[in-house]
């Protein structure tokens, strides 16, 4: 089952459209939006953001910046011990040889569940 634990959290504004458990990262105005294929991350949203939403327009976001997080999972799943990076929505792929390690998966997951990644800040180079 997947869980997360030990989240140091950080708020920032986001930029677009942003849902709940992707890798989000900063653009250059400041504000963040999901990560892009095999890019880096600041950390994963906890909770959804919606600037555009007339009706409740959302801009503060509450992103977990380090340890054990949720990630929703992307195409072509994740097993345990894989090494964890972003598609082009933000969501947990198998890293790719250029992709920026954003952390290792905990368990097993399809596409479009959830799973636990041991998260690290930024990434590191695969």
Known sequence: MATFEGRFHKTYIAGSAV????????????EVDHSGD???????????????????PTTALTVAYGGKVLVEVG???LTAGDAVGSDSVGKAVTAASTDII??????????GEFASVDFFLGGNAA
Do not use: W
């Open 75 to 77: 195409t072509g799943g």
């Open 19 to 30: 849902s709940q458990f992707r890798f989000v990262d900063l653009a250059a105005d400041g």
């Open 38 to 56: 095999g890019a880096k991350a600041v950390g994963v949203s906890l909770m959804a953001a919606d600037p555009s939403d007339a009706d409740r």
């Open 102 to 111: 954003l952390g290792y998966a905990r368990e097993d997951a399809s596409a």
